[in-house]
């Protein structure tokens, strides 16, 4: 998030940065060197062969997460973090779903008009003769954005994740 912050600031362009409130608690190892991250540039967390889960920002965890747990499945997940919307690194996802021939988006809108709807729009109209299944979308419900105690049945979790890349390796 630092790296793609300070890119953020130092762009010459007008940028609009969330962060997610839920990401304060997570802790990871972070250079002492300011590294700048190339706004508009995916990143593939984990290699794998059999699915591509496309996330972004919390859900990243929470499909690394899944994608742990289908390893002692058997199914090997490729897990790509977007880290922008727009500008969109389509050639990374595209390659990534041509490499594992299946494709799921987990994102934190409403399933119907949110931005993994467009990711998916992208993957079907320039991949398609890769695909082995239909494309998976794991999203919150449509319905108006629960009060707190009740976000962890709303937002897809690792759980959910884990449930539709079995669900898309088994068919």
């Given at each position: ?29 972070v ?9 508009g ?33 058997g199914?090997?997940v ?12 389509k ?38 003769f890769?695909l ?6 794991v ?8 009060v ?24």
């Open positions: 998030m630092r790296g793609l912050l300070f890119a953020s600031i130092y762009d010459d362009n007008p940028v609009i940065f969330f962060e997610h409130r839920t990401l304060y608690g997570i802790k990871e190892e250079p002492d060197e300011l590294e700048l991250i190339e706004l540039k995916a990143r593939v967390h984990r290699e794998g062969e059999d699915v591509t889960v496309v996330a972004t920002g919390r859900l990243v965890h929470e499909a690394l997460r899944a994608a742990e747990e289908a390893e002692g499945e199914v090997s490729e897990v790509v973090d977007v880290r922008s919307i727009a500008p969109l690194d050639e990374t996802i595209l390659a990534s779903v041509r490499k594992t021939g299946k494709a799921m988006v987990i994102y934190e809108d409403n399933r119907t008009y949110g931005a993994g709807a467009e990711v998916v729009a992208t993957i079907q109209e320039e991949s398609f890769s082995q299944a239909p494309i998976r979308r999203a919150s419900p449509d319905v108006p954005y629960p707190q105690m009740l976000e962890e049945h709303y937002i897809p979790n690792a759980e959910r994740v884990l449930q539709a890349i079995l669900a898309t390796t088994r068919d």
